[in-house]
């Protein structure tokens, strides 16, 4: 399992180093802070609009898809350390009818 990690963990660091010596050998020390701001020139855009707004749909898109997987389980965390009943029967329960009502 440690193996398989430190592959896993290997291979992202290598491949955020390759598209860091790549961006820093196209761009240079005038590279923005973002990818999409290498794009935007001074007097006018170097890729079209349709492209920035169709990168900014997926990445809202992504950003509610995660919200909407972890967000349960977040919400069963704070309402066992919020709510005040004793049993755990009833705890379980108020968890799962409360969930099932957002969701």
Do not use: H
């Amino acid at each position: 399992m440690f193996k398989g990690l430190c592959v896993c963990y290997s291979v992202i660091v290598a491949t955020y180093f390759s598209v860091a010596i790549s961006g820093y050998w196209a761009f240079g020390n005038a590279s923005g802070a973002t990818i999409l701001a290498n794009y935007i020139g001074e007097t006018k855009l170097l890729l079209p609009k349709w492209f920035f707004l169709t990168t900014n749909i997926l990445i809202l898109l992504q950003v509610f898809g995660l919200t909407a997987v972890r967000m349960p389980k977040l919400f069963c965390i704070y309402i066992c350390q919020f709510c005040n009943s004793n049993s755990g029967a009833d705890l379980e329960e108020l968890i799962y009818s409360l969930v099932g009502l957002i969701l």
